[in-house]
């Protein structure tokens, strides 16, 4: 592990390390005490050790006071504390066994109490290999930039001294270190790791950059916009840290429920014990019944899920998250930014009186927005990119606000491009040399596109119209799709909630198959949130999805808020419990999936270690497991509930599709 973000998560870490470390240590001794106690028990007896009977039981004794004393405190201490334990029954079986004097049974018992605390450390270093992956992401040493008597120098500084202004220089096959803007330079960066994009982003002047992308091509300078501990990765690294820590309440309902097993499976094995005078039989209950696997059956599969989810960048803040998203039976698709992808796309072009291809009213309409921001202009300028149209210079353009744009693309012909405001003669130059009654015409064949959905702008000259295009909003290519499963899911209630008009949130939903009763539009962030409180108090579990800030409401709201992509805003960040850094819906699909698949498993380990308890303590009590059989068959249990869940790490994206 290379470097740590913060003090605290430092020694955290150290900490789990020993931890893990001291137990892989004891387990080794108990493992070889047992050998040793089994190989030379014949051979080392001596009737007058009294209770030991050979020199070898000795080895169980030192197997007693490095894992069973602990044991045995952590016992008696919570005994005091009335809170009944799984420990509980393992120091019955511990003193029962030294009553009997078989010390390598005590041997066998601390073994298989190590063994299924070493197996819930195992599911975790398996999940803490993705967090891993993820602090290594970032380089321990940077290039700052320095201007000495007005030349560019370079110095390596430690991460820790980075401060918030400072330039770097990153370099093909570097990381970035921290989140900033690109200042000079241009570069492809993979952000795969981080947001499970694949395709390498092309950054450049005035581009923003967060940490641990790699620079494949190129060199960028980064202006530092944060300092180590509130850097992306540094937050993201945190956010998974508390995840794994917090429990759900389903985590806390299954502890709880072992707490009553505890005192049911003690009164079993005394009236087991008093009834057939056996007191071997007892202490093969209380081995066999030690619900390690029960407790490890819902820890371990969430465990497992939040790694694979950090995998994909889906950042869980808490195990009762997770679990709220396999629960979710309603969904609300803020429409902008999520189904679409915040462009307009030319649906159709409508020629009047020229006679004119597709392809040259496209080139006169993107040479004349050229110098335009503005969505549907960059929507038109895409279309001649993609149709590989070249543009022509255009000279006395004018932005006319509010309407469209005019220019000259020769000295001959002046091109107006715009909305239906632009038809009125007393906003032009010179008047129109269009009859009123195809200027009419005209303005309602526009007002038709606008009631149907579709944004409409008019492409003319003085005396001529040329063509009407109808946009309507771009759906991401994966949308369409991703509707479909989560109805497959069995998320039956989707809703799009917009600030944009009826008609377009209408003509939307049509694309989609969804019903008009579920689209709300024209909202506000308070209607967001009313929208999103109606729901619930119809016993529904929402799923509000949402990246801006009139988001921010109904993601804290919901059951469950989910903000989108890189571009979601810090504060929709900051109210969800979900966020995803990549904007990909097959990645918000996964984690509705994953939440789904992490109740099942659960349950599926809660069944699996009740019915395997029920067979090893009647097994038990008919005599058929000794202790040693019965601490085999604790231990195949909790390596069963272990690999079921480990499953959960391995799936892959769109496995469920």
């Known amino acids: 592990m290379t470097y740590f973000f913060t003090e605290k998560f430092d020694h955290v870490d150290r900490e789990i390390m020993n931890i ?26 001596d009737p007058s050790l009294l209770w030991f009977k050979s020199y070898a039981n000795l080895f169980g004794l030192v197997s007693f006071i490095i894992g069973g004393i602990p044991i045995v405190y952590t016992s008696i201490k919570a005994l005091f504390n009335k809170d009944l334990t799984a420990d509980i ?17 005590v041997s066998i018992l601390l073994i298989m109490m190590g063994a299924g605390e070493y197996l819930q450390e195992y599911t975790i270093d398996r999940a803490h290999y993705n967090l891993d992956t993820l602090i290594n992401l970032i380089p321990t040493k940077v290039t700052r930039i320095k201007l000495l008597n007005d030349e560019r120098a370079y110095e390596q500084i430690l991460l820790n001294q980075i401060q918030i202004g400072d330039v770097l220089f990153v370099k093909s096959g570097e990381r970035i270190a921290v989140d900033g803007i690109v200042m000079e330079g241009d570069a492809q960066i993979d952000f795969s790791s981080i947001t499970g994009e694949s395709i390498p982003i092309h950054v450049k002047k005035g581009d923003s950059v967060f ?7 190129g060199f960028v300078d980064i202006q530092c916009k944060t300092v180590k501990e509130e850097s992306s990765m540094a937050k993201v690294i945190r956010l998974i840290k508390l995840a794994q820590e917090k429990k759900s309440p389903f985590q806390t309902l299954v502890n709880r429920w072992a707490q009553f097993f505890a005192p049911l499976i003690i009164s079993i094995a005394i009236i087991a014990g008093l009834i057939t005078q056996n007191l071997i039989i007892a202490v093969s209950i209380l081995t066999v019944s030690c619900p390690c696997a029960l407790v490890l059956s819902v820890p371990t599969a969430y465990i497992a899920a939040l790694a694979n989810a950090s995998k994909y960048g889906i950042i869980i803040k808490s195990g009762d998250a997770l679990e709220k998203m396999g629960k979710i039976d309603t969904i609300m698709l803020d429409k902008t930014g999520t189904l679409t992808t915040g462009m307009m796309n030319i649906h159709s072009i409508e020629f009047l009186q020229t006679k004119m291809t ?3 009213a496209i080139q006169i309409a993107a040479s004349l927005e050229i110098f335009s921001n503005h969505p549907i202009a960059q929507s038109i300028i895409k279309t001649a990119q993609i149709k590989q149209i070249s ?6 353009f004018e932005n006319l606000k509010g309407m469209g744009v005019v220019g000259d693309l020769d000295p001959i012909h002046r091109y107006y491009l715009g909305n239906s405001l632009l038809l009125d003669t007393a906003d032009l130059q010179m008047p129109l040399k269009i009859s009123p009654e195809i200027l009419k015409s005209i303005k309602d064949k526009m007002k038709k596109y606008e009631q149907e959905g ?18 309507d909003d771009e759906l991401r290519p994966e949308t369409r799709e991703f509707i479909q499963n989560l109805q497959w899911l069995k998320i039956n209630r989707i809703g799009i909630l917009t600030g944009d008009s009826q008609a377009r949130a209408y003509l939307l939903a049509s694309a989609l198959h969804i019903p008009p009763y579920d689209i709300h539009a024209r909202l506000k962030p308070e209607d967001k949130y009313s929208i999103i409180d109606k729901e619930m108090g119809n016993n529904r579990l929402v799923a509000m ?15 469950i808020g989910i903000a989108i992509g890189r571009g979601g805003t810090a504060l929709a960040a900051e109210q969800a419990q979900v966020i995803l850094m990549n904007d990909s819906l097959k990645v918000l699909l996964h984690a509705f999936y994953l939440g789904k698949r992490t109740i099942r498993k659960s349950f599926q380990n809660i069944t699996l270690a009740i019915i395997l308890n029920i067979i090893g303590i009647g097994l038990s009590i008919i005599g058929f497991f000794t202790p040693y059989m019965a601490a085999g068959w604790h231990i195949f249990q909790s390596i069963l509930v272990v690999s079921n869940s480990l499953f959960l790490i391995s799936d892959k994206l769109g496995y469920h599709i």
């Open 20 to 45: 893990k470390s001291k137990k892989f240590l004891i387990l080794s001794i108990e493992v070889l005490c047992a050998l040793l106690n089994f190989v030379f028990f014949d051979k080392w007896k």
């Open 454 to 471: 579709y944004l409409s702008l008019i492409l003319f000259q003085i005396d001529k119209p040329i063509c009407i295009f109808a946009f």
């Open 89 to 105: 029954l393992f120091t019955i079986a511990l003193f029962s066994e030294l009553y009997l004097q078989d010390y390598l049974a």
């Open 391 to 396: 543009l022509k210079s255009v000279t006395n």
């Open 545 to 559: 999805v949402g990246d801006g800030i009139n988001d921010a409401p109904s993601l804290a709201h919901a059951t």
């Open 211 to 217: 940490s641990g992308g790699l620079i494949l091509e």
């Open 358 to 360: 597709e392809n040259e």
